[in-house]
C-alpha cells in the first residue's frame, strides 16, 4: 500500500534562517506531488506542484522554492524564513487521474520567531 | 482558472439534526468533487468523493449531490455526533492540469451535545 512521509513534525525557526522540509512516498512510482500550506484556521493553499522529477510548478510567488530530486521526493525550501511563512505545510500526492483525491502527509508545524 | 466557493464557513448544529455544506465551482470541465475532513491539528481526510458522471452518492451518514448544470455540489452529513465536529473543505480537480485540487475556504462544523 502507498504512503507518504513527512518531516519534521514541528519547527520553531528564527527569522532569517533557512528551512528544509521532506516528503517522500512509497509504494507508487510517478505520483504527482503538491505542498499546501495553512495559515492558522484558514484555508488550504497550494504552493507547488510537480508532475516529475525536476519538474516544479509555483502557484503563487513567495519566498519559498521546491525541488524533486527523485522519483518519490518533494523538498519545500527556503534560504531566509519571514514571520509570514508561519504555518501548516502539508505534502499530498496523487496518482495521474482525476478519478482520484489527494493523501494528505501528517504536516509540519512552523512558527517562525 | 478554477474557483471554488464554500458555503457557511460555520455551521452549528444540535447533536442529531442533519448539516449542510455548499459549493460552487466555475469550470464546467471540473469533473471530480472530493470533500476532506480536518480535525484541530491533524491532516484533512477524504470522507467521501463524487465524479461528474454521478448525481449522488452515499456513504453511512454522508452523501455528496452534484448539478453539474448549476456548478454544485453538496455535502449532507445526517444524525450528527459530536465527532462530526472539524473543518470540512471541498475541492474540484478536472483531467490535466496536473490534476491538481483547488480547495473552498472550509466550513467549521460544530456539532452541540
Known amino acids: 500500500s502507498q504512503t507518504i512521509h513527512q518531516w519534521p513534525a514541528t519547527l520553531v525557526q528564527p527569522v532569517g534562517s533557512p528551512l528544509s522540509l521532506e516528503c517522500t512516498v512509497e509504494?507508487?512510482?510517478?505520483?504527482?506531488l503538491y505542498w499546501y500550506r495553512q495559515a492558522a484556521g484558514r484555508g488550504l493553499q497550494l504552493l507547488f506542484y510537480s508532475v516529475g522529477i525536476g519538474q516544479i510548478s509555483s502557484e503563487v510567488p513567495q519566498n519559498l522554492s521546491a525541488s524533486r530530486p527523485q522519483d518519490r521526493q518533494f523538498i519545500l525550501s527556503s534560504k531566509k524564513l519571514l514571520l509570514s511563512d508561519s504555518g501548516f505545510y502539508l505534502c499530498?500526492?496523487?496518482?495521474?487521474?482525476?478519478?482520484?483525491?489527494?493523501?494528505f502527509g501528517s504536516g509540519t508545524r512552523l512558527t517562525v520567531v | 482558472g478554477e474557483n471554488v466557493e464554500q458555503h457557511p464557513s460555520t455551521l452549528s448544529v444540535q447533536e442529531g439534526d442533519s448539516a449542510v455544506i455548499k459549493c460552487t465551482y466555475s469550470?464546467?470541465?471540473?469533473?471530480?468533487f472530493p470533500w476532506y475532513k480536518q480535525e484541530l491539528g491533524k491532516r484533512p481526510q477524504l470522507i467521501i468523493d463524487?465524479?461528474?458522471?454521478?448525481g449522488e452518492k452515499k456513504d453511512q451518514r454522508i452523501a455528496v449531490t452534484l448539478n453539474k448544470t448549476a456548478k454544485h455540489f453538496s455535502l449532507h452529513i445526517t444524525e450528527t455526533q459530536p465527532e462530526d465536529s472539524a473543518v470540512y473543505f471541498c475541492a474540484a480537480s478536472k483531467r490535466g492540469s496536473s490534476y491538481k485540487l483547488i480547495f473552498g475556504s472550509g466550513t467549521r462544523l460544530l456539532v452541540r451535545p
Open positions: 469550470d464546467s470541465a471540473s469533473n471530480y
Open positions: 499530498a500526492w496523487r496518482v495521474a487521474d482525476e478519478r482520484y483525491g489527494y493523501t
Open positions: 509504494g507508487t512510482s510517478n505520483p504527482n
Open positions: 463524487i465524479r461528474s458522471n454521478v
